[in-house]
């Protein structure tokens, strides 16, 4: 299947739903607001058309990753140039009910309704990213990203409400990134990307990090050349199997 309208439409993650569909966001510019707007698509189980939802202002705005929550709604992390401070693009979240509605958000990007529809943006000086989230365990939400500041590597958590918990910075480099971030049973987050270390190629990054924030163990992996870690999955038997390039 395909979708979309006369222009240029993306897709960065998809997940099948609690009733045999998928969700899917990306980036659309057929349609929204005005410039790249963030795009979310449902689909059945056959991939017909279910609804589509977009968010997003004049400047350019876009969806990175999607996960249906305990509620039956969904959170979704990306980007935002129309509703950023300063200027710079920031993190993006943004949590819906299960048809895709969030409440209606300011010309700051943000509004809370209840714990189903709201939106919040992070970040400070410089260009920021969310690339990751999920549900944890405690029903908060955690996100990965990359940062405009020194290190890069973005992490920011917050409660059901989109209210910030805490954030952190881990990495190395303005170049750092987090790609991917999945919650370990009792022992924190693992996040994966890449890090530049003293100028050098990037490396493969994998970094444990404790609920509070707190950096439990940090590993590069690589050769002399640029690696980068795009995706991390538990796997039966224990430990963990990561894709990248």
Known sequence: KNYGGTLNERGYAVQQTSDGGYAIVGSTTSYGSGGTDLWVLKVDGSGDFSWSKTYGGQGNDGGMDIAQTSDGGYIIAGYTKSFSSGGDTDLWLIKTDGNGESC?????????????????????????????????????????????????????????????????????????????????????????????????????????????????????????????????????GGGYIIAGS
């Open 104 to 236: 209606v958000y300011s010309n700051g990007g943000t509004c809370t309704e209840n714990s189903s529809k709201w939106i919040q943006s992070f970040g400070t000086s410089g260009n920021d990213y969310g690339n990751s989230v999920q549900e944890t365990s405690e029903g908060d939400y955690i996100v990965a990203g990359k940062s405009g500041r020194i290190p890069s590597v973005f992490v920011v958590k917050t409660n059901s409400l989109g209210e910030k918990i805490w954030e952190n910075l881990y990495g190395t480099g303005p170049g750092d990134r987090g790609q991917y971030i999945i919650e370990r049973q009792d022992l924190g987050y693992l996040i994966v990307g890449k890090e530049n270390a003293n100028n050098s190629d990037d490396n493969l990054c994998l970094i444990n990090i404790n609920t509070d924030g707190s950096e439990a163990w940090h590993s590069l992996y690589g050769g002399g050349n640029p690696d980068v870690g795009n995706y991390i999955s538990e796997v039966s």
